[in-house]
């Protein structure tokens, strides 16, 4: 059964405040799904899937243990849905 609500959301970033390590190869803990949630502007998900560029209305859903990074494709606001499960997007 899909996850409801996230356990945890991060703050909106921009562009500017976008926490470096957003920025470079990281992933999430077993267990753990991740939804980033672009609110406007675009921003870019590299992954082991490949590049999605994602969107308002396009969010990207990062698996368990998942290796990523985003980037900005100017100005940006986003922010990181956290899940213990597969969330229904």
Do not use: C, N
Request: glycine share 8%; aromatic share 6%; net charge positive.
């Amino acid at each position: 059964m899909a996850a409801e609500q996230p356990y945890r959301i991060t703050p909106v970033f921009d562009e500017r405040s976008l926490p470096a390590g957003l920025r470079r190869d990281h992933s999430t803990k077993a267990g753990v799904w991740g939804v980033i949630r672009v609110l406007e502007g675009r921003l870019r998900l590299f992954s082991e899937e490949g590049e999605r560029d994602l969107a308002p209305g396009r969010p990207g859903l990062v698996h368990p243990e998942q290796k990523h990074r985003v980037e900005p494709l100017g100005p940006v606001r986003m922010q990181v849905e956290f899940y213990a499960a597969a969330p229904a997007l």
